[in-house]
């Protein structure tokens, strides 16, 4: 019987063999030992993507601790493959304290989503050498913070991840695994994609042409003018929401659909998520609703409401195609591609403090890379 390692591995070889993009960065850190010395902190999802990257930064040298930004979203072969490399890995419900031993460790770089693992750092009164965050959610948070001493290097507003992992990345990955839990057929179904950053953006093109018939909802009116000029009909969340089946949230906010979102979905709408935590969707505030919960497959619930509506939920509103890991891997592999050289060069290059844009240089040395691997060769 195969064992959650065995898959991983299965998985990873398969990444490695259709797109070894990541092999060929580690064949050059093993080399120069960018961070020879250092204590690195992770704070990703732990996906087989995940493990595809740190099993390639731990050739460049240093010591590497890492946690699980999501229990929902680790995948426990993952952490047992990381494991038998030696390093430290904390995962599961204790991911807090992950970054609690992380952050003991006073970590000269590190890596984040969700500027979780910065801001322990910055509540420490530590100041490591910098920082890269790969999500919207993350760098919104940085924002709130206090004027970083830190430099952080922001990935998620570069050119690259937004118009290949966010849009086709998330976007087209999403729908497999929906497929896949569900059963559903797209074609014909009314679905409400509500936010419509880069994420949203793939999510409603993909559904689209899957078949679908997409609404937006969104706030920013500058966004929600790219919807319309993109040929969906745009229209406020509630509204929409009576006459969806299908509702993915892309916004990376809290409570995207609370209480009074709740209150006017129809019978027989199905929520998913694509944003980056387990919040989106306010799932407390339907299961205190619920009158009966049902798990009706994997990763599959439904709640009946009194009054007899029933509102199904996938994966508890943790995004899906993390969850699932679906779809293709080459579009998350080529942005942790370039969290990677971004690492790198936090070795080699001074920044000020605070948000930093990526330097231009680094996304095209990234692209290049990508593109050696992907383009023929006569």
Known sequence: MSTPQARASAELARIDAFFPLLQCLGLRWAQTRPWEGLTVGVHLHLT???????????LGGGRWIVSAANPATTDPGVVDYLRTLGLEVHSGRGSKSGIEATVA???????????????ALLDDGQC????????????????QRPPLPFPVLNINDGRLKPAVESRRGVGEGLWPAFTSLTGMHLSGRMVLVVGYGPVGAGVAAFARAAGATVEV??????????????????TDAVPALKRARIVVTATGRAGTIGPAELSVVPDGSTLL??????????????????ETIDMIGERVVRYTLPGGRRVTVLAEGHPLNIVANSGSPEPVVLHFALLGLALERLCTQAFPPGEVALPPDLEDEAARAALRVLEPRA
């Open 217 to 234: 909802a969104e706030n920013d009116p500058v966004r929600r003018l790219v919807a319309h000029y993109d040929g969906f009909a745009t």
């Open 273 to 290: 998520s694509a944003g980056h935590g387990g919040d989106e969707i306010d799932v407390a505030a339907l299961r205190g609703q619920a």
């Open 48 to 58: 087989t993507i995940t493990l595809a990257l740190v099993k390639e930064l731990v």
């Open 128 to 143: 490591p050498r910098g920082g890269v965050e790969i999500t919207r959610s993350g760098v919104t948070r940085l924002r």
């Open 105 to 119: 460790e006073r970590p000269a770089l590190f890596a984040d989503v969700g500027f979780a693992l910065g801001s």
